[in-house]
T-cell receptor
């Protein structure tokens, strides 16, 4: 079982819609949760992080964490074509180890 | 503020040859990470340094990979001898000390092709 699981996609949404990206993790002791955006041929860029249950909002992005279900999600409101990228979920587990999922590819269609 | 610097950006070698990658973190960042990202996969942590000490190298294939961070700043990652399956992008990341420890900033990466 992988430490972090994501649907590889692609997830296609029309411009202006809400994109919903999800990830599950296996380590119940995980402490911190991150979303990175990676454009094709580029390196990952941190866009959101969340430590506790509930929602965290930053502009058009909302991260949601449910520790009981070991589930993290990222909502992108008013999706733009420039949001088209691969979104990587990362988790800091026990012993401060970081694990990345394989990413979900998002396509926002004009 | 300058970002994480890496060199070279691209490298093509034959199997069984050796190769080295260099990383210069953001000034003041105490923690440095090396990741391997194979096409279509997420980054996999190879080694994590705190200043010049190793925090975690549990996923580093130590029979062929080595890394060092002299003086707690620059770092080099070496592969000797390289195998075909080492073809990947090698990413260096760094993070602040203290409360912002978890915010990792990635360099542009080195794309390695082993033929």
């Amino acid at each position: 079982q992988k430490e972090v699981e994501q649907n590889s996609g692609p997830l296609s949404v029309p411009e202006g819609a809400i994109a919903s990206l999800n990830c599950t993790y296996s380590d119940r002791g995980s402490q911190s949760f991150f979303w990175y955006r990676q454009y094709s041929g580029k390196s990952p860029e941190l866009i959101m992080f969340i430590y506790s249950n509930g929602d965290k909002e930053d502009g058009r992005f909302t991260a949601q964490l449910n520790k009981a279900s070991q589930y993290v999600s990222l909502l992108i409101r008013d999706s733009q074509p420039s949001d088209s990228a691969t979104y990587l979920c990362a988790v800091k587990g026990n012993f401060n180890k970081f694990y990345f999922g394989s990413g979900t590819k998002l396509n926002v269609k004009p | 503020e300058a970002g994480v610097a890496q060199s070279p950006r691209y490298k093509i070698i034959e199997k069984r040859q050796s190769v080295a990658f260099w990383c210069n973190p953001i000034s003041g960042h105490a923690t440095l990470y090396w990741y391997q990202q194979i096409l279509g996969q997420g980054p996999k942590l190879l080694i994590q340094f705190q200043n010049n000490g190793v925090v975690d190298d549990s996923q580093l294939p130590k029979d062929r990979f080595s890394a060092e961070r002299l003086k707690g700043v620059d770092s080099t990652l070496k592969i000797q001898p390289a195998k075909l399956e080492d073809s990947a992008v090698y990413l260096c990341a760094s993070s602040f000390p203290g409360p912002r420890f978890d915010e990792q900033y990635f360099g542009p990466g080195t794309r390695l092709t082993v033929t």
